[in-house]
DNA sequence: CTTTTTGACTATCTCTGACTATTATTATAA
DNA sequence: TTATAATAATAGTCAGAGATAGTCAAAAAG
C-alpha cells in the first residue's frame, strides 16, 4: 500500500535525475496529476526535500507561480571530500586520522559504523606488519582511498 | 494447543523463506488475520525477532505504515563474523577480499556503502606503498580489523 | 512464577481543506 | 499616461482528521 507521498516524491526524483538536477512544477498542476489537494505537494517537499536531504527549493506565488527543487547534496558531499582528500598530506598518524573520521561523522558525510569500518582500517593495529618508517604513509593512502570511494555515490 | 504467538512465528518465518530472508507486513492486517490485538504482533516481534536471534526489525507509523523483519543470518551477526574472521588466513588477494566482501553484503551484514569503504581499504592500490610480498598480510590484518569493529555493534 | 493475551493510551506519519500571502494582470481614476 | 485599485492566479500555513504502529500494565493462562 504505497503511501501518495512517496509516489510523488519518486516522481519527483525522476524528473530531478532526467532534468540533471533540478526541476521546476506548477503547485496546482501536479496536485491534479496525482488527484490530491494542492498542499499535499507541500507536505512532499518539506518532508522529503530538505536541505538536509540536499536539496534546495525555490518558489514563487501568483500568476505563473512555481516550484523549483535542486539537488545540492551530491555534488557538494563529493566536493567537500575532495577537498578533504586534497588537504591531506601524505602521511598521517593514527590519532589525526581518528579525528578527520569523528569530524566526518559530525559534518553527516559518514555514519557511525562507517567510522568504525574507517578508523579499524587505519588503526595501527591493522596495519601492524607495516614497518613502522611506513605505517603513516600507507594509512594516508588508505584513507584517502575510502574518502575517494564515497564521491562516487 | 498450540500458543497463538507461536502460530504467528511460524507464519512469520515461513514467509521469511519464502522471501528470501526479508517480510513485510502491516500490523492490523495481521492482528485481523489472526484475530488477536495489534499489540501481540509487537509482542510476538519483542520475543521471537530480537537482535540476537539475528533478526533487524524496522517500521512506520502513520498511513501506510509497515513493519519489515530482515533475517540477518541464522548465527547471530557477531557469531557469524567471528567465525568468518577465524576461517580468514594470514594472507588474502584483492579479488578474494573482494568476493567476501561482497559475500556480506548478500547477508545483509553490511551495507553497500561500507563494502565500497572496505574495498576501497583493502585494494592494491591503498596498499601500493607496501611491498608487493607483503600486501596479502597487510590486507588480511586490515580486512580483520575491520570485521571485528563491527562484532561489537 | 513465567509467559501470553488484551486493551487503553500514546506517538508518529499522512492527507485534507479552510484560510492566508504573494504576484501578475486588468480595470479605473486622476 | 500614470497611479491606484480590483481581480485572478498562484503558492504557503496550520490545525484537525485519518491511519498506522508502540508502550505498558493488568488480566489470563500455563
Redesign the interface.
Known sequence: ???LS?IIEEFLKELIIEEEGTVEIQRNELASKFNCVPSQINYVISTRFTAEKGYYVESRRGGGGYICIKRVNPDSAGDYLMHIINSLGDKISQLTSEVFINNFVDYNII?T??A????????D??????PMD?RD??RA??L???L???TV?
Open positions: 500500500m504505497a503511501r512517496d555514519e559504523r562507517e568504525m569500518i574507517m578508523k579499524a582500517a587505519t588503526s593495529k591493522a596495519l601492524s606488519f607495516v611506513k604513509d600507507v593512502a588508505i584517502k582511498n575510502m575517494m570511494s564515497l555515490l
